[in-house]
């Protein structure tokens, strides 16, 4: 046949590549590399972690498993100091401060809920919350408890407001069709050939979304959009988003730099997904900066209902 020796030679070495893209979209979804030795998977797809003095906040955000972070960002303060931050779907812990890329402390999962909610209530209703994330982040210090030392468990379980629950991956509809080709020989060298004419589109995005994760506060306006044009755009009050729905990541800036990055994308969900926000008996008004804290009564459930 005459497709059927070019189509080896492709799939032969277009897999290792495939696999190797698949690899880096997970890194920004939350799987661990080798170079996480504190994190140790069981059959069922549980893990744990133990965060320390000598953990680095970036590497730790990356590597809480998708299925069980709410999110995750990194605030550039007034003052130079970079302030990290990861919520928990499951966790006792409702989340991991950190300054300067060092643990400072814990939160709880109350907090951790109102902080998530408030924010995307403000985002939806009266701008993106970064226009005001150093006041955001300066109550969320003083609500966060002093920590050196944390041990997570995670299940591997999802839930409705996990990052895997929020992110759709481009590269599963590849992986179901890889494994669902069957024997027949002319239905084999189809989906060959369609996951080599994929395959420069796929590495290409694996390319920008390595190129994206390395993005730190600070870098310039310039740089970020030399990398890939924003997707969508919301201007705001000194400053805009530049968000990228497709890669599940979003950057606030103003004076010219990222001052802010988040993942999920606020913007994305308050437009699309608002209703991960809600939380019974909020007192909306309450959605503030300053107030935030006080907005979500203290019986509050805190466990989301599982997905998948």
Known sequence: MPGMHRSIPHFRSGISRWLCATGCVLLLAGCAGSGSPDRQEGSTGASRMIVDAGSDARTVLRTVPSAAAME??????????????????????????????????????????????????????????????????????????????????????????????????????????????????LNIFKTLDKAHDDMLAREEYARTLEQLIAVTPGTPEAKLAAIVRPEDVSFTSGGLVMAYPRFSVEFYLSDGIVKTIQQPSFYQLSRQHAALFYAPDTQWALCTPDDWIRALPSDTPTDPSPHG
């Open 72 to 185: 995750r960002f990194e605030v550039l303060r007034p003052d130079g100091s970079i302030v990290s931050y990861v919520a928990f779907t499951e966790t006792p812990v409702g989340g991991l401060v950190f300054i300067n890329q060092k643990l400072v402390g814990t939160v709880s999962r109350h907090d951790a809920r109102a902080f998530y909610s408030c924010r995307g209530y403000a985002t939806a209703t009266r701008g993106h919350w970064g226009h005001d994330a150093p006041q955001w982040v300066a109550t969320l210090l003083t609500r966060s408890q002093p920590a050196t030392s944390v041990k997570l468990e995670f299940s591997g379980k999802s839930t409705v407001q996990s990052i895997r629950a929020v992110v759709s991956d481009p590269m599963m509809g590849q992986v179901k069709s890889l494994f669902d080709m069957g024997t027949n020989p």
